[in-house]
């Protein structure tokens, strides 16, 4: 077996159980990588030198085929009711299979850290079938410095071979598709999906799994930093402006997806971004754009143009989930550390596209929790006809798929943090105004951004709130900057009779939703949901 590449002889991959391999190639930087890709014709190269590959039939993550082994770490621990479950003899057959399958192939290994936070990381080694993917999950997490890599020891290791095809009689999972988590022997094994997000999302679950018993709290979300040291954290399901508004250039960004918040401050998972580049532009994000323009950056499914390889991120063709995968040091003011103190606010973003959540409101300990634990966003009607309303949209945490644990811990952990460092919480609405997605307009990023800014600055603190009758939130009556209308929903509505119907709509949404958690919450942060009875504004 040819071996190329810096790593820790002692601790190669035959010590997994890979055997008989073609070749396998180490830690091989972007250079080496690109000569692969190209040569294996895995990808296209766009106009700048960014890469361009195609992830196939998987255009996102497969959550449905996402599976955790059962047995005694687990069997208390996980939140069954979110995750499939494999039994040991299962996942037994699946890595044997996989490493049949796998023998004869030339395979690319790299070294990597899951976690900014050398007391709270995980040391990962990622195996992939496609030159592309190992480029990918390098920009994607954290690189170790070259005399590291030749001590490292892998605690996770990720297997990723797309061509591998399960079998759901024999391996106990869903269809060809399958992603097997064994937290007890620290191994993921990712079959027939070309879709990269499923290995750094593997990293996040593990770590989602493995840090609350250390006290530590997992989180999907972005974060950055000001110049005094006011770091901010910002929650947010896809398509809410979390990578977006993280991104601000007068801020130090730490992240932009997955971070952990421990004893020292907030801490980024990633040493990389996974940005959404559907209708991507240079004007609304210049640092964004600027990445899809370099040598190393790595694009999904983005359409080019046959003579010229300009992108077109207009073209949703293939996909709407379009994406560039970059280091986060080719944002210019991205932290070299990636770690900040301890948050002084924390944002949840939702995109109401039912257009009655106010654009911005002041949560209180129990509120936050009860709107962590909720997770709401909803979406645009679709294009299928008769298709008319939103769709709502609770993904418990902002990011259930990737929870192994129970919500509550999660929620228990975050309002055990906000109450000791005296965290700001705040409720930003990034969705519609004026009326329901179809009929009133989306939230002016120039709102949201000065809205944000006040909040980040302290000076929202000082204005006069009013209780919003439907949510119970205290929504700020006026904020230098903005149309005083905009603060208060109802009055950018046309028709307020409609807009109360709207309202008492989403307002039952949130409380059906809620039930499944009343028993894991106590009485303050049951007290926290939307009124029943309602009265007049």
Not at 182 to 190: M, N, W
Not at 407 to 412: D, F, I, K, L
Not at 448 to 465: I, K, P, V, W
Request: aromatic share 10%.
């Amino acid at each position: 077996m040819e071996q190329q590449g810096l790593f820790n002889a002692q601790c190669g991959v035959e010590a997994f159980g890979l055997k008989n391999l073609k070749a396998v190639y180490y830690n091989f930087e972007a250079p080496r990588l690109y000569e692969e890709v190209l040569g294996r014709r895995e990808a296209a190269v766009a106009k700048g030198g960014a890469l361009v590959a195609e992830t196939g039939v998987h255009t996102g993550r497969s959550p449905k085929d996402k599976f955790i082994v059962r047995d005694a770490l687990t069997q208390d621990a996980v939140w069954w009711d979110n995750n499939g479950a494999l039994t040991r003899g299962q996942f037994d057959l699946l890595l044997a299979d996989f490493l049949k399958h796998a023998e004869g192939k030339e395979l690319f290994a790299q070294d990597l850290y899951g976690g900014a936070d050398p007391a709270n990381r995980v040391r990962a080694r990622v195996v992939t079938e496609y030159a592309w993917h190992s480029l990918f999950i390098r920009n994607l997490l954290i690189r170790p410095e070259f005399d590291e890599l030749k001590s490292f020891v892998p605690e996770l290791t990720i297997v990723d071979l797309p061509s591998f095809k399960a079998d759901p009689q024999r391996h106990g999972c869903r269809s060809e598709t399958v992603i097997a988590c064994d937290f007890s022997r620290k191994i993921v094994l990712i079959g027939g999906t070309s879709y990269a997000g499923e290995m750094k999302k593997s990293v996040f679950t593990y770590l989602n799994f493995t840090l609350p018993a250390a006290r530590v709290m997992p989180m999907h979300c972005s974060a950055n930093v000001g110049d005094k040291k006011d770091s901010a954290v910002f929650f947010g399901l896809s398509g809410t402006g979390k990578t977006t508004l993280s991104a601000d250039a007068s801020r130090t960004l730490i992240g932009d997806d997955e971070h952990g918040w421990g004893k020292d401050g907030i801490f980024n998972f990633e040493g990389g971004c996974y940005a959404k580049a559907v209708k991507l532009s240079r004007e609304a994000e210049p640092e964004i754009y600027a990445t899809t323009e370099r040598f190393g950056s790595i694009m999904e499914n983005v359409v080019l143009d046959l003579l010229t390889r300009v992108p077109d991120f207009d073209d949703t063709s293939k996909t709407e989930n379009t994406r560039v995968a970059y280091p986060l040091d080719f944002i210019p003011n991205a932290s070299e550390t990636g770690r900040a103190p301890h948050p002084k606010n924390i944002v949840m973003l939702t995109c109401d596209a039912f257009g009655v959540l106010p654009p911005i409101a002041k949560l209180d300990a129990s509120q936050a929790m009860y709107h962590f634990l909720s997770g709401y966003t909803a979406k645009v009607a679709g294009t299928e006809k008769g298709v008319t309303e939103p769709q709502a949209t609770f993904s418990t945490c902002f990011g259930a798929p990737f929870m192994p644990r129970h919500p509550s811990e999660y929620g228990n952990l975050l309002r055990e943090l906000i109450a000791k460092h005296h965290v700001d919480c705040w409720l930003v609405n990034t969705g519609w105004t004026g009326g329901k997605y179809g009929v009133g307009r989306r939230m002016p990023i120039r709102v949201t951004r000065r809205l944000l800014a006040a909040a980040l600055d302290g000076s929202l603190n000082r204005a006069n709130f009013r209780t919003d009758p439907y949510f119970g939130l205290a929504v700020p009556t006026s904020v230098p900057g903005v149309e005083p209308h905009i603060l208060q929903p109802s009055k950018t509505w046309a028709s307020k009779a409609e807009f109360a119907e709207t309202a008492k709509k989403l307002v039952a949404m949130f409380r059906e939703n809620f039930v499944k958690f009343e028993p894991h919450v106590d009485a303050e942060v049951k007290a926290a949901a939307p009124a029943l009875q309602i009265a007049a504004e």
